[in-house]
Structures are given as structure tokens and as C-alpha cells.
């Protein structure tokens, strides 16, 4: 047994390292910088993803940084820059020549264009837009009319399509003639005559079949057209719950206007699972390249909503003063009480606020959903009444203050269960992001109910 665990934890180590920048080669890349050596800085480069490029870019100071490009010199993947976070990529593109700027971003699909140049000042976004070729930038700029964060600014220009009454042969000599066809592509958009798309080949059925066979017949089952204005979070639920590799957009005639592929509607899930995680923490949008300034300014006004909170819990308090006087182990117990309805609120929000993303917490199950968050806080409630009963006993020698602790632990545990759940609902009925405001609305609830419940117990049963 020992020799396997022996084996295990290597194998463990590696699953832990996995696609991490090796640390080796990274103190190679940043030696070639040192020397000045470019070719060796190339070599150490070639293998790397434009993805484990950005990662390191992320990764060193802006020193380091300046001189790695610099050196670099003559190539710059375009999908570098639509992989580096954006607190930096501003600073990046600063960086680069012109010409390698132009280079890189010609390289460029429609789509990662708009994602690069939408959060650029003016004068860098006039100048990237100036790089492309008249096509290119026409497409570019009329994406960029679209809302922030619409399909328009999500999909991508270079579409593949067919008229609907050709069949594999026409499909296939069509496309072995097009020359700018887009880099990678999974299905062949049907069109009729008035360019409204009405279905979907994919390039294996197209393969697999016969030339005389009619592309109608080959169409996929599942098939979504997405509305140019709608949301992109929208966007990403759809092809998360429809399980889409691509899907086409189209205007407010429903004419085909563009196309969204799965890897960015999968960016976009991953960004609002990201988003939701850090606003339930109360950090903002920020990211580790974010400067000291920029983080505390982010996190400064969640922190002064918490201050008003915990002046509202103190309130609360302040009103059994001579209780507490009295009895000096209520100071002791308080915060246990307020501390396992925090925990037992943060646990139902959570599901909730998940349950909102993914739009499984609807009007038909809510109430559902709520009856059991407020159970399983009375049961955990009342498991976890006894053991503080048990402890309050045991510590400070009466059996009263044991039960006014295991009372106040039910409340509390039940309050934050209805609480956890019921909040983010109400804030999303009326508009506001569950992820942004609940936490500090579950917070005060089960700091507030839990002091008031406890200390007016005791009031009660101890005075």
C-alpha cells in the first residue's frame, strides 16, 4: 500500500501541473531576454500556444514585459492579443510596431477583431481599424453598432453558406474554389433566396455522401437562428442547454448576417461564471494584473456596504446592553450563532444565484425550491441546537443558556435558508443582478435576526 501511494503522488503532482507554464521554460524565455539573445528567444517561443504566450505575458512585470516584446520583434500571433486579459492588453499593443501590430491583426477572424478593439481607447481602436483591409473594416465597424455584450459584437462576418437547392456536389465544388474561406468552420448554412438561413449540414454528412445527394435532406435536426440583438449570455445558455457547435445570427429582417461558433459562446459562460463568482465575493471585475490603485477602488465601496451592516447588526446589539452586562458568556456565544446563519445564507445564495444563471430556478419550481432551503436549514438548525445546547451546558454550567443558544441557532439556520433563497429572486424580478447585491442583503438579514433572536431569548429566559 505504501509503494502505491508512493506512485500515486507523483501522478497527482503532475494532474496538479497540468497546462501550467513550465516553470523552467519560462526562466529560459526570460534568460534569452536577459542576453539580449533573439534567436534564442524564438526557440524558446516556437513550441508555446498563443494562449501560454499570453498566460506569461500576464504573468511577468511590465519591465519584463516591454523588453520581451521588443525583442520578440518581428512576429506577434494575432491570437495573443485576443488571449491576454484586458487590464493589460492596452499596454501590450502600445508595445508593438506597426507593422506587427498590422500583421497580427490581419490575421484575425471578424469576431476577435470587435473583441479586440471595443475596449480600446479611440486613438488605438481609429488606429487597428486603419490596419485592416475595406471589407474587413466595414464588417468590423458594423458589428461595433451592435449593443455591448449582443451577438452582433459576438459573432463572426466570414460565413459559409449554400443555397438550399444544391446538393454535396455543388457544396463541395464551391468551397474547393473559395479562397478566404474561415479557418475553422463546422456546419454549411442553407440559405433561401432572400438569404433567411433555414438549416444547418455539417462538413461530416457533407463528406460522407454522395454528390447527387440534396443537401436538404442532409440537415441537422437541432437547429437555432440567433437574433443579432440578443444577449449574450442569452447566446451561451443556448448552446449549453441545445448542446450547438455553431449557430447563425441574423438581423431584424432575418437576413443571415453572421455566424457564432461554440469556442465563444463558451467564452462567454466561463466569463459570467467568473463574474458571478466575484461579485458574490464583493471583488468586482478585477483580475491579478489589476494595479493597487485599481484593485482597492474595486473593492472599496462592497467594503463600505459591509461597514453599514455591520452597524446595523450593531445596533441591534447595543439594545441588550444590560443583558449583556449581566451576562458576559452572551458575548462569548454571540458570534457563533451569527456565524452559522452567514455560512448557512452564503450556501442557499450560492445554489440560487447559480440556479438564476442557468435559468433553473423558474416560477414553477421557486417556491419548491425555497421549502426546501428553509428545511434543510430547521434540520441543520436543529442538529446543530443540540450540540451548542450540549456546549453551553457543559461550558458555563446552566441549562438555560444552552437552550436559548440551540433556539436561536433554529432561527437563524431557518432565516438564512429562506433568506439565501428568496432575496437573489426578488433582486432578479425587479431587475438587479443576484450576484451583485444579494450577498450583502443575506448578510444583514442573518447577522441582525441572529443577534436579536439570541440576546432577545436571553432577555427573556435569563433575566
Do not use: C
Amino acid at each position: 500500500m505504501a509503494e502505491e501511494d508512493y506512485q500515486a503522488e507523483p501522478e497527482q503532482e503532475r494532474d496538479d501541473e497540468a497546462y501550467v507554464l513550465d516553470r523552467q521554460a519560462v526562466a529560459q524565455i526570460m534568460q534569452a531576454v536577459d542576453l539580449d539573445d533573439q534567436e534564442l528567444l524564438w526557440r524558446e517561443m516556437e513550441p508555446l500556444h498563443p494562449a501560454d504566450i499570453a498566460d506569461l505575458l500576464e504573468q511577468i512585470n511590465a519591465f519584463d514585459r516591454k523588453r520581451l516584446i521588443a525583442l520578440y520583434g518581428h512576429e506577434f500571433d494575432g491570437d495573443i492579443l485576443s488571449e491576454l486579459d484586458e487590464s493589460i492588453r492596452e499596454e501590450v499593443i502600445d508595445l508593438l510596431t506597426p507593422e506587427v501590430l498590422a500583421e497580427a491583426v490581419r490575421d484575425l477572424e471578424s469576431d476577435d477583431v470587435v473583441d479586440l478593439v471595443e475596449d480600446l481607447e479611440d486613438q488605438q481602436q481609429a488606429a487597428i481599424l486603419e490596419i485592416l483591409e475595406d471589407s474587413d473594416r466595414i464588417a468590423v465597424q458594423q458589428s461595433l453598432t451592435y449593443p455591448e455584450y449582443s451577438a452582433g459584437r459576438l459573432m463572426q462576418r466570414e460565413v459559409v453558406m449554400a443555397p438550399e437547392h444544391w446538393n454535396v456536389g455543388e457544396a463541395i465544388d464551391y468551397l474547393r474554389d473559395q479562397e478566404d474561406l474561415p479557418d475553422q468552420f463546422y456546419h454549411i448554412i442553407l440559405v433561401d433566396p432572400k438569404l433567411h438561413p433555414v438549416g444547418n449540414v455539417t462538413l461530416g454528412k457533407l463528406m460522407a455522401s454522395r454528390r447527387e445527394v440534396m443537401l436538404q435532406s442532409l440537415v441537422e435536426e437541432t437547429f437555432h437562428v440567433i437574433p443579432v440583438t440578443q444577449d449574450e449570455e442569452d447566446v451561451a445558455y443556448a448552446f449549453n442547454q441545445y448542446h450547438l457547435i455553431s449557430a447563425p445570427v441574423v438581423d431584424e429582417n432575418e437576413r443571415l448576417v453572421g455566424v457564432i461558433t461554440i469556442d465563444d459562446a463558451m467564452a462567454v459562460l466561463d466569463e459570467e461564471h467568473e463574474e458571478d463568482i466575484m461579485r458574490l465575493a464583493g471583488v468586482g471585475e478585477g483580475s491579478l494584473s489589476d494595479r493597487v490603485i485599481e484593485t482597492t477602488k474595486q473593492r472599496f465601496p462592497w467594503l463600505a456596504v459591509n461597514l453599514v451592516t455591520a452597524i446595523l447588526a450593531s445596533v441591534v446589539i447595543s439594545q441588550f446592553e444590560a443583558t449583556i452586562a449581566q451576562f458576559v458568556a452572551l458575548a462569548v456565544l454571540m458570534p457563533i450563532v451569527a456565524s452559522m446563519g452567514g455560512n448557512a445564507g452564503t450556501q442557499s445564495l450560492t445554489v440560487a444565484v447559480r440556479a438564476i444563471a442557468t435559468k433553473d430556478l423558474t416560477t414553477s419550481n421557486v417556491w419548491r425550491v425555497i421549502r426546501r432551503e428553509v428545511l434543510v436549514g430547521l434540520i441543520n438548525g436543529l442538529v446543530f441546537a443540540v450540540v451548542m445546547g450540549i456546549v453551553g451546558v457543559l461550558w458555563f454550567g446552566g441549562p438555560q443558556l444552552g437552550y436559548v443558544i440551540a433556539a436561536a441557532m433554529v432561527i437563524n439556520m431557518v432565516v438564512a435558508g429562506f433568506a439565501g433563497t428568496v432575496i437573489p429572486v426578488l433582486l432578479e424580478r425587479i431587475g438587479v443582478d443576484p450576484a451583485l447585491a444579494s450577498g450583502a442583503f443575506v448578510t444583514t438579514v442573518t447577522d441582525v435576526v441572529g443577534f436579536f433572536a439570541f440576546l432577545g431569548l436571553a432577555a427573556v429566559v435569563l433575566l
